[in-house]
């Protein structure tokens, strides 16, 4: 599981990239889903709050212009919180720089489960509960996530993008390469592409079912399972940090110790 969140590419194989990007997906589709039921929008979906934006500027429609912008606002948040996070690990060559955003989604989550009713109450100045706030960052986060570590080619917050990619692999593979065509010239569909996305697609449905079954029966706990899998992600990499943190200040404060008590006191004046 530790190999998963890894900072350098050598200690990270395409294998575990693809198998993180799946289990992003499947949370990602479980928050979106939930989301719904609790604020009757999906929180993930940038695209329709970009219209919103639009939409609501023609009407002259304040509280639909502001909650919109509230949900791009707190997206970019997002994104933005994963990039500074991520950089920071890397400048203090940290393993654990993708681990660190997903302990902090985690940590975002489990309140919002413990206390979901709470915060459905909660006034923000974009006319949408905090709610809505809250589950648009952590979207943007967890995105920003995806992204980063496949170096922009998986997301796993939205399907759109996963969708068209699957579509033009089909496109190739049902394309009829006519007889005496060179082999160089030839159009043939990348299966591994098709099953990366088709993958993702997957796994935000069965997410989705997670999460709007979960929320159904079971209230906002259902948060709880989706932080422990986040928790199971991230800490054994964050562990590592802050063992290896620790070993190097014990051996500092040793050095330390020898030095002192290797100088000579000063000889007294005559």
């Known amino acids: 599981m530790r190999r998963l969140l890894h900072v350098a590419d050598r200690h990270r194989t395409a294998s575990t990239t693809r198998l993180l990007g799946l289990l992003l997906a499947f949370n990602a589709g479980a928050i979106n889903a939930g989301g719904l039921l609790v604020v009757h929008m999906y929180t993930s979906h940038m695209s329709g709050f970009a219209s919103q934006v ?19 606002l707190a997206f970019t948040a997002g994104a933005a919180t994963t990039a500074i996070i991520v950089n920071w690990a890397r400048v203090h060559r940290l393993r654990s720089a993708y681990a660190l955003p997903l302990l902090l989604e985690a940590a975002l989550l489990l309140p919002f489960g413990l206390m979901g009713a709470i915060t459905l109450t909660w006034d923000t100045p974009f006319a949408v509960p905090l709610t809505v706030l809250l589950l648009s ?3 943007g986060l967890q995105n920003a996530v995806g992204s980063k570590v496949s170096a922009g080619r998986i997301r796993t917050t ?4 996963n969708l068209t990619d699957l579509g033009m692999e089909l ?3 049902l394309y009829w390469n006519r007889n005496g065509t060179p082999p160089e010239a030839q159009v043939r569909s990348n299966r591994s592409r098709m099953t990366l996305h088709g993958g993702l697609i997957g796994m935000f449905i069965a997410g989705g079912l997670f999460g709007a079954a979960g929320f159904k029966y079971v209230g906002f706990l259902w948060v709880v399972p989706l932080a422990a899998l986040l928790l199971a992600l991230s800490l054994p990499t ?15 404060v040793a050095l330390g110790q020898r030095l002192r008590r290797g100088r000579k006191p000063a000889s007294p004046p005559a």
């Open 137 to 139: 960052f952590i979207m």
């Open 158 to 161: 939205h399907m759109t993008g």
């Open 238 to 252: 964050v562990r590592h940090d802050l063992r290896r943190s620790l070993y190097l200040r014990a051996r500092l």
């Open 171 to 173: 496109g190739k593979l």
């Open 54 to 72: 639009a939409d609501s500027l023609v009407l002259g429609n304040v509280t639909l212009l502001l909650g919109a912008l509230g949900a791009l």
